[in-house]
């Protein structure tokens, strides 16, 4: 810059300034998340312009709405890990800060809900086969003391849930007592209507499955004890059908009832999956 009075010039003085990125990045897309899940810390993850500053925003309808931030990858990759409560329903967008202050504006909004009763044994496929059944019991005896609940949801793309449960039978109580108090019984003891169960009876890899005919949809009852119906010439059945008595002609033995089985637990495929849980009751002898 030159001063001109009209009559002399001034002495010349520059200033420079370097032209920046003003361009804003593209807006961060979204990886969809499942609509439902059982774990409370979960991955929300996407891409936006390589090495930005990310910032995730989450609306909860709990307590768990927030702002996190992070920076993506080389190939504009990024995950926040996020924590949320129990049965909150949460909604996600990102925005993307380029190294030049440029913003982007708001990504695709994606959404989960964590189901309020999860399923607790549901990730690694444990629990999703026969051979890899759920076995987190004690063997139930059959004092009718003790039971088990098993609980857990089935949600989309979930390919099932089986429980192995061991009931034993006292056989010398049962000499003692003249009666086989083995009643072994597994029960849908919730109320959704969602889910039935099947039973497998025997040892691992079993195929012995009890009421076969029902297996398609399941059944939400099942027993297994001693029932002494009488063997014909030798003895009718005694008033109490469970009555047993070694080495006399005119009962059953007592014999030992102890097995292993094998519960599979189905979903009825006509309602919409959702975090609708299931209990299933286990009991040996109760009242």
């Not at 009209?6 to 804003?24: E, P, Y």
């Not at 990886?31 to 810390?41: G, T, W």
């Not at 549901?122 to 059959?142: H, K, N, R, S, V």
Request: with cysteine; charged share 20%.
């Amino acid at each position: 810059v030159t001063a001109d009075d009209g009559q002399d010039l001034s002495g010349t003085t520059s200033a420079a300034v370097v032209v920046t990125d003003t361009v804003a990045p593209d807006a961060p897309t979204l990886d969809e998340l499942d609509a439902y899940d059982n774990d409370s810390v979960y991955d929300v993850t996407g891409n936006g312009e390589a090495n930005a500053t990310i910032t995730l925003t989450a609306v909860c309808d709990g307590t768990s709405s927030g702002q996190l931030v992070t920076n993506a990858d080389p190939s504009g990759n990024f995950i926040f890990n996020f924590l949320s409560d129990l049965g909150e329903t949460c909604t996600f967008t990102a925005f993307a800060v380029d190294a030049d202050g440029n913003a982007s504006g708001d990504s695709n909004q994606v959404g989960t809900t964590i189901c309020a009763v999860p399923d607790p044994y549901e990730g690694g496929g444990y629990g999703d086969t026969q051979a890899d059944a759920i076995d987190e019991w004690f063997p139930l005896p059959d004092n009718g003391l003790a039971s088990y609940s098993l609980q857990g949801n089935i949600l989309d793309n979930d390919p099932g849930d089986w429980f192995v449960v061991h009931g034993t039978d006292d056989t010398v109580a049962d000499n003692v007592a003249f009666n086989n108090n083995y009643d072994f019984r597994v029960q849908v003891t919730d109320t959704s209507a969602q889910y039935t169960f099947v039973v497998h009876k025997g040892n691992l890899g079993s195929t012995i499955l009890e009421c076969a005919s029902l297996s398609t949809n399941g059944y939400d009852d099942y027993n297994d004890f001693i029932f002494d119906s009488g063997d014909g010439p030798d003895h009718v059945p005694p008033a109490v059908t469970t009555n047993c008595r070694d080495n006399n002609a005119s009962y059953n033995n007592c014999d030992d009832m102890t097995k292993s089985y094998y519960i599979q637990v189905i979903r009825d495929p006509a309602f919409t999956f959702d975090c609708t849980n299931y209990e299933i009751t286990v009991t040996n002898n109760a009242p």
